[in-house]
């Protein structure tokens, strides 16, 4: 019980200090939010980029149109030597019909109808290879280059490489920017912390004269930063979570390819966000009370 009394004192207290020092409170406060909103914004863009990543690893593999009218001997030949190569785990054929028929439903799923107005169009009959793994690209591609039966290869490992680069450039680049910011905001609130043992010197000499013990004075000092971290925490989350149903949209258009990420991301980030602004909070209140509260007794 005195415990708990103890923790609603020091809760009380650090709310007093923390408006006694409206000003440098709320600059730490707004300094919180936006070291929360640059993590909360390189979050979502990797786990964007991965679910787009994870997408094109799925779609990842090479593309050979055939020849025409290829004989299907030669067809079954073909696939039965690419069954073979490192890293394939399937070859279909799509003949033209079935191309066909995909681009009719393509288009169907987006609530249209193919017209052609009359004109013919002609479709290529294709062996569609599927890979254990994206890097094996290269090598069925330089195997099946060349060959008679095949026309053109294409692959989508341009792509996977390509975004394998932003995510690396956006991932170092984040770590760096929230590096700074961190250490601005750890700054800001040391300083708030260092302020209010100023501004209470006087009590804080009092209560040591009566005999109060040194977490006495110092943990109401430690919630105030606590509370500043809370509060940029509370304010960063509602933010995100105005802004979540935009964000994806706006992550396929810019990036074009699926980029979702679940709701159950939103919540692993809101605790994640919590966790930092009481962590960060705590550390740059603790550091400030350490320093400031032994150098003044």
């Known amino acids: ?17 923390f408006w006694r020092n409206a000003m440098m409170s709320l600059a730490a406060t707004a ?11 390189l979050f979502i863009v990797l786990g964007g980029l991965n679910s787009g990543l994870e997408f094109i690893e799925s779609k990842v593999g090479v593309t050979a149109r055939l020849r025409e009218q290829l004989p299907d001997a030669e067809r079954e030949a073909l696939t039965a030597e690419v069954l073979t190569l ?26 249209q109808v193919l017209d052609l107005g009359g004109a013919e ?38 792509d996977y490489n390509k975004l394998l680069g932003i995510i690396g450039v956006i991932r170092t680049a984040g770590i760096a920017a929230l590096g700074l910011v961190g250490l601005t905001v750890l700054f800001m609130i040391v300083n708030m912390i260092r302020i209010a043992v100023y501004s209470r010197s006087t009590e ?8 109060a013990s040194d977490s ?20 960063t989350i509602l933010m995100v979570a105005v802004a979540w149903d935009p964000i994806q949209p706006i992550m396929v258009r810019v990036f074009q390819m699926p980029t979702a ?37």
Do not use: H, K
């Not at 394939?88 to 439903?105: F, I, N, T």
């Open 121 to 158: 169009i002609t479709l290529y009959a294709s062996l569609e290879i599927s890979l254990s793994d994206p890097s094996f690209a290269e090598g069925v591609s330089s195997a099946l280059t060349g060959r008679p039966e095949v026309e053109r290869i294409t692959t989508r490992q341009v």
């Open 31 to 41: 300094t919180v939010v936006l070291m929360l909103v640059l993590l909360s914004g």
């Open 216 to 235: 006495f004075i110092r943990w109401p000092f430690i919630f105030e930063g606590i509370l500043c971290g809370l509060l940029g925490a509370v304010i």
């Open 261 to 297: 990420v679940s709701s159950q991301f939103l919540g692993v980030l809101s605790a994640i966000i919590l966790g930092v602004g009481l962590g960060v909070g705590a550390i740059g209140s603790w550091i400030s009370v350490r320093s400031n509260l032994s150098a003044s007794g």
């Open 86 to 111: 490192e890293g394939v785990s399937g070859a279909d054929y799509v003949s033209p019909e079935v191309a066909m028929d995909r681009l009719r439903q393509a288009y169907r799923d987006q609530g």
């Open 204 to 211: 804080i000499e009092i209560m040591r004269l009566v005999g």
């Open 1 to 17: 019980m005195r415990f708990v009394r103890f923790v609603a004192f020091s809760m009380v207290r650090a709310w007093q200090g």
